[in-house]
Each structure stands twice: as structure tokens, then as C-alpha cells.
T-cell receptor, first 116, second 112 residues
Framework: GAGVSQSPSNKVTEKGKDVELRCDPI?????LYWYRQRLGQGLEFLIY????????KSGLPSDRFSAERTGESVSTLTIQRTQQEDSAVYLC??????????????FGEGSWLTVV | GENVEQHPSTLSVQEGDSAVIKCTYS??????FPWYKQELGKGPQLIID?????GEKKDQRIAVTLNKTAKHFSLHITETQPEDSAVYFC???????????FGKGTTLSVSS
């Protein structure tokens, strides 16, 4: 596609429910990243994929958070048993290779999650 | 791991003035330093980047400088306009196989 696509754009869920957030990266981009941005805050790294493997999961806040990527394209971030502190914008990004190689990283518009 | 500090957190300037945002990083192996602009309700957009083999890069009203010895880099916006108002993030990335680590952002307000 033309850019990184994320869905849903907005999600309101009840505390304790599970949510799935989807990311479609730019075609041909092998690296995919998930970041979390709380209201008025910076970007907090969660996880990144190189192809279908996740070399760095160090940013996942707890075992309620997981992510997978299949076919070197779509990725899903799953949050189980959501808590109010999970409310944030979840941003997905992709690049031709990991940022350390100096390839430009492009962001989607984010999925706004509100846990009530 | 990498840690990026960004200052100031807020910056207010008059239209036509210059704005400077500064960042420091901790990992001397970092070699890629992009800057992103984020408007309200949107994802971050890359505005300029610099790699460790150069000390300065300019694109119209925007320039970035890098001092590898001191491990800091700066964004300079000249002749600011109201549409420059946004949150700006610096980031750093180290060795291949690592993700970008971001600063906490600077909210720039340009008043006319």
C-alpha cells in the first residue's frame, strides 16, 4: 500500500476484555515496529520484527501484551485483560530494514485505545 | 541500551524567529538520528535525518547538526511559521538490528 495502515483507528473496550490491533506495513518493508504513546507523552518502544521474527521484545510492558507477524506483512498486537493504564495510541511503523541501517521508518496514524 | 534526552519540552516563538531543539544520546554506537514532526491526532512524520558520517544536513528552513564526540544533535528551524506548530521528536538508532529510541518530545508553538 501507499503507507502504513492501522486498524481499528479507534477502539473503546471494557476493562478486562482482550483487544487486537492490526498493522499493515508498506509493501516490501521487512522491519516492523510497535510503539505506545500515552496522552501528551513520548513514543515508548514495545517490540520490533525483522521478517517474521522478533529480535527485541524488551519493551513489552507485561505478559498481557503479545505480538505476532505472519508472511512478513501484517502484524497483530494483542492486549489481554486490558487495564485502564493501557489506554494510549498504539503506533505501528515499518522500514526496509531496521533503523540501525539508516533506513527511513514510516509511521501509521495509530490505533487509539480507550479502556473504560 | 540507548537513552535519548530532549530539551526543551516546550518552546514558544514568534513567527519568523528561529527555533532550536537539542537531544543527547548515550550509546556511542548509534549512527542514525532522525527527527519527526507529529501534528495533533496524527502519526509522526519524518522531517529530516542525519547519519553519523556527516556533521550537518539542511533542507530548506530545517537543518540538523550532529556532534558525535559530545553525543548530541540539534534541530534548527529558521523563519518559523504557524504551521510549524507541532510536537517534534528526536530519535537515535544504534547497531543494525535495533529499533529507534525516541526523546520525550518538544511542543513547539509559533505565534503570529
Amino acid at each position: 500500500g501507499a503507507g502504513v495502515s492501522q486498524s481499528p483507528s479507534n477502539k473503546v473496550t471494557e476493562k478486562g476484555k482482550d483487544v487486537e490491533l492490526r498493522c499493515d506495513p508498506i509493501s516490501g518493508h521487512t522491519a516492523l515496529y510497535w510503539y505506545r504513546q500515552r496522552l501528551g507523552q513520548g513514543l515508548e518502544f514495545l517490540i520490533y520484527f525483522q521478517g517474521n521474527s522478533a529480535p527485541d521484545k524488551s519493551g513489552l510492558p507485561s505478559d498481557r501484551f503479545s505480538a505476532e507477524r505472519t508472511g512478513e506483512s501484517v502484524s497483530t498486537l494483542t492486549i489481554q485483560r486490558t487495564q485502564q493504564e493501557d489506554s494510549a495510541v498504539y503506533l505501528c511503523a515499518s522500514s526496509r530494514d531496521t533503523g540501525g541501517s539508516g533506513h527511513t521508518i514510516y509511521f501509521g496514524e495509530g490505533s487509539w485505545l480507550t479502556v473504560v | 541500551g540507548e537513552n535519548v534526552e530532549q530539551h526543551p519540552s516546550t518552546l514558544s516563538v514568534q513567527e519568523g524567529d528561529s527555533a532550536v531543539i537539542k537531544c543527547t544520546y548515550s550509546d556511542s554506537a548509534s549512527n542514525y538520528f532522525p527527527w519527526y514532526k507529529q501534528e495533533l491526532g496524527k502519526g509522526p512524520q519524518l522531517i529530516i535525518d542525519i547519519r553519523s558520517n556527516v556533521g550537518e544536513k539542511k533542507d530548506q528552513r530545517i537543518a540538523v547538526t550532529l556532534n558525535k564526540t559530545a553525543k548530541h544533535f540539534s534541530l534548527h528551524i529558521t523563519e518559523t511559521q504557524p504551521e510549524d506548530s507541532a510536537v517534534y521528536f528526536c530519535a537515535a538508532s544504534g547497531q543494525a538490528g535495533t529499533a529507534l529510541i525516541f526523546g520525550k518530545g518538544t511542543t513547539l508553538s509559533v505565534s503570529s
